[in-house]
């Protein structure tokens, strides 16, 4: 189920908003009475989004925002502001702060559930986005592997299988041969360590549709 925090220190005002959206699309809501108890509730449970109140005695909407913005946990959770507030330099800060929107109060309720509607759908949209990258960025992973250990591999497993009768072989081409697997060996082992190194990747096109990463372009981006 889709969990809404409601952020504010006026209880009729959270009271209204809770209300407000218990109407529609069977949301989990909560109340926090103010921005320590918000950043409390986030920190044990991310919500889906948060509707913040600007002006609240203590930590104020704008730097509970900033925090929840400057978390790699919880940066992606949508923010709306809900003021009473409408001057411009307000909504400045709040959209400084990394809020997604803003809602004036006293508020209109279908303007509300639309508006919240619309932020949880993008962070859906996101999300999807996302794990396709992923996937795409895993399958690209695999296929590039394949293709870069696949010659090495077979090179370490056909001087294996020359070395099996080593008894027949000369002391020159059981060395050689030795040489030659640990030459393929050592590739393998730098290939990997390259794709370890690599926090972007940029595709190339491969067979079909398939694609690989580029290693030495994506160390290149990687470097800058």
């Known amino acids: 189920m889709t969990k809404i925090l409601i952020v504010d220190d006026d209880p009729n005002v959270a009271l209204l908003v809770k209300m407000t959206l218990s109407k529609h699309d069977g949301y989990s809501l909560e109340i926090a009475k103010n921005g320590d108890r918000a950043l409390e509730r986030i920190r044990e ?22 925090r ?6 919880t940066k992606f959770i949508p923010v709306l502001m809900l003021t009473a507030k409408r001057e411009s330099a307000d909504m400045i800060l709040g959209m400084e702060a990394g809020a997604n929107d803003y809602i004036t109060k006293p508020f209109n309720p279908e303007e509300l559930v639309a508006r919240v509607r ?17 996937l795409e960025t895993a399958l690209g992973m695999s296929v590039t592997l394949q293709h870069k250990i696949n010659n090495p591999l077979t090179g370490v497993v056909g001087n294996i299988e020359l070395l099996k009768d080593w008894e027949k072989l000369s002391k020159n081409d059981v060395d050689e041969a030795i040489e030659s697997a640990y030459v393929c060996a050592l590739r393998i082992k730098n290939i990997i360590k390259q794709m370890g190194k690599l926090n972007r990747v940029i595709s190339t096109p491969y067979i079909g549709d398939q694609k690989m990463i580029d290693i030495d372009k994506s160390l290149e981006e990687t470097k800058e």
């Not at 929840?68 to 946990?73: A, F």
């Not at 619309?118 to 992923?134: F, G, P, Q, S, Y």
């Open 68 to 73: 929840i913005k400057s978390d790699e946990k």
């Open 45 to 66: 449970a991310p919500p889906d989004l948060v509707l913040l109140d600007l002006m609240m005695p203590g930590i104020d909407g704008i730097e509970v925002c900033r």
């Open 118 to 134: 619309v932020h949880l759908r993008i962070k859906a949209l996101e999300k999807e986005a996302a794990a396709k990258v992923e």
